[in-house]
C-alpha cells in the first residue's frame, strides 16, 4: 500500500525558530512536493523536487528552503519561523510515469 | 488571475440528489485534469482522472470542455459519505508533475 508520511501531526514553535518538516515516502518515486493549505486560499506549492539533490521553486517558495539528501525522504526548512507561516503543511508524490499524487497526512504548525 | 476555479460552496443535497461541480482553468496549455476529494481534517486523495471524452467511474462522471477551459463533476444518487470537499486539479506546467489545485468546493449531503 502506497504510503507518506511526515514527521508530525501538530507542531507548535515560536517565531525566529528554525522548524523541519520530515516526509518520507515508500514508493520509490522520482517526485516529492511540499505545500501549504489554508482556509480561503487552498494549495499553494512551495518547492518541489524530481531527483535526489535537485530541488525547484513552487509558487510561494519565500522564507523556505528545502533538502532531498535521499530519494524517499524531502525535507522543508524554516530558516526563522515566522507568525504567517502558521499552517498545514502537506507533502506529496508521485512517480515519473503518473500524474496521481499521494499524499502525507498532513502538519498542522503553528507559529507563536 | 486566478489559474484554477471553482465555486465554493458550500452545496447542500439530499441523499439521492444529484450534483454537479464546475471548474475553470485559465492555461490553455494544460494537459492534465483530475479531480481530487478531501475529507475535513484529511489530505486530498484522488477521486478521478479527467479524459477528453468524458469519463465515468460508478455514480461520478467527469467532463472536459477545452474549447471553454472547463472541467465538471457529476455526482448522481449523493450518499452521506460524498460530503467532502473536491479539488479541481489541473497541470499546467510544460514539465514534470506539478499540479495546480482550485480551492475547493464543499459538499455537504443530508439524510
Known amino acids: 500500500d502506497v504510503k507518506v508520511t511526515q514527521s508530525s501531526r501538530y507542531l507548535v514553535k515560536r517565531t525566529g525558530e528554525k522548524v523541519f518538516l520530515e516526509c518520507v515516502q515508500d514508493?520509490?518515486?522520482?517526485?516529492m512536493f511540499w505545500y501549504r493549505q489554508d482556509p480561503g486560499l487552498g494549495l499553494r506549492l512551495i518547492y518541489f523536487s524530481y531527483d535526489v539533490k535537485m530541488k525547484e521553486k513552487g509558487d510561494i517558495p519565500e522564507g523556505y528552503s528545502v533538502s532531498r539528501e535521499k530519494k524517499e525522504r524531502f525535507s522543508l526548512i524554516l530558516e526563522s519561523a515566522s507568525t504567517n507561516q502558521t499552517s498545514m503543511y502537506l507533502c506529496?508524490?508521485?512517480?515519473?510515469?503518473?500524474?496521481?499524487?499521494?499524499f502525507g497526512p498532513g502538519t498542522r504548525l503553528t507559529v507563536t | 488571475r486566478k489559474e484554477v476555479e471553482q465555486d465554493p460552496g458550500p452545496f447542500n443535497v439530499p441523499e439521492g440528489a444529484t450534483v454537479a461541480f464546475n471548474c475553470t482553468y485559465s492555461n490553455s496549455a494544460s494537459q492534465s485534469f483530475f479531480w481530487y476529494r478531501q475529507d475535513c481534517r484529511k489530505e486530498p486523495k484522488l477521486l478521478m482522472s479527467?479524459?477528453?471524452s468524458g469519463n465515468e467511474d460508478g455514480r461520478f462522471t467527469a467532463q472536459l470542455n477545452r474549447a471553454s477551459q472547463y472541467i465538471s463533476l457529476l455526482i448522481r444518487d449523493s450518499k452521506l459519505s460524498d460530503s467532502a470537499t473536491y479539488l479541481c486539479?489541473?497541470?499546467?506546467?510544460?514539465?514534470?508533475?506539478?499540479?495546480?489545485f482550485g480551492k475547493g468546493t464543499s459538499l455537504l449531503v443530508t439524510p
Open positions: 479527467v479524459y477528453s
Open positions: 506529496a508524490s508521485n512517480g515519473a510515469s503518473g500524474h496521481e499524487q499521494y
Open positions: 486539479v489541473v497541470n499546467i506546467r510544460n514539465s514534470g508533475y506539478a499540479l495546480n
Open positions: 514508493m520509490d518515486h522520482e517526485n
